[in-house]
């Protein structure tokens, strides 16, 4: 599986724009780039995917760049229950649903 | 409701014994998987099953069993042989195998050894 790399840590404050960033220079063409989120002692939730195109939903936007090598997930206006762990995964056509996670980004929401 | 249910929440076991940690799914998923999670770490794969009566080892299968007799249920026992079986555990399931589809993740079990 191609790898992904994203900072150990963010911070925001409360009602303001985040970004989100993932790096995936190894990615494939059919590699769909997906988000996930952990709350502490949580399983984690589904955020957002894509494959080429930006792609909105109610919890958050899917930048991806033109080269697919990286992308951004936006959160137009964190909130305190924003804060979690995120995980940026690239989920392949032939690994039949084996996501692996790396660390993730620790996003913390001040108020 | 639809979803996965995990049992029980915390579970503290002794060293030395097997035990058996409970996924159940009403989604009608095909696919099913075993998840662990160190502190601080992201997941790893354990076991997966793509439909009943078939399952393959994932990336940290050693210590640990499986069985997928029904297709709601993916019990894991995780025996005497896992070294360091204490930590939290997470089952999964998704509906197909595609790349754009979602995986829905349990609440987790806790497992603690003493």
């Known amino acids: 599986d191609a790898k992904t790399t994203q900072p150990n840590s963010m911070e925001s404050n409360e009602e303001e724009p985040v970004h989100l960033p993932c790096n995936h220079s190894t990615i494939s063409g059919t590699d769909y780039i997906h988000w996930y989120r952990q709350l502490p002692s949580q399983g984690p939730e589904y955020v957002i995917h894509g494959l080429t195109s930006n792609v909105n939903n109610r919890m958050a936007s899917l930048a991806i760049a033109e080269d697919r090598k990286s992308s951004t997930l936006i959160l137009h206006r964190a909130t305190l229950r924003d804060a979690a762990v995120y995980y940026c995964i690239l989920h392949g056509g032939t690994s039949y649903g084996k996501l692996t996670f790396g660390q993730g980004t620790i996003l913390t929401v001040h108020p | 409701d639809g979803g996965i249910t995990q049992s029980p929440k915390y579970l503290f076991r002794k060293e030395g014994q097997n035990v058996t940690l409970s996924c159940e799914q009403n989604l009608n998923h095909d696919a099913m998987y075993w998840y662990r999670q160190d502190p601080g770490q992201g997941l790893r794969l354990i076991y997966y099953?793509?439909?009943?009566?078939?399952?393959q080892k994932g990336d940290i299968a050693e210590g640990y069993s499986v069985s997928r007799e029904k297709k709601e249920s993916f019990p894991l026992t995780v025996t005497s042989a896992q070294k360091n079986p204490t930590a939290f555990y997470l089952c999964?399931?998704?509906?197909?195998?595609?790349?754009?589809?979602?995986?829905?993740f349990g609440p987790g079990t806790r497992l603690t050894v003493l």
């Open positions: 099953s793509q439909i009943v009566n078939d399952f």
């Open positions: 999964a399931t998704v509906a197909g195998g595609l790349g754009g589809d979602t995986q829905y």
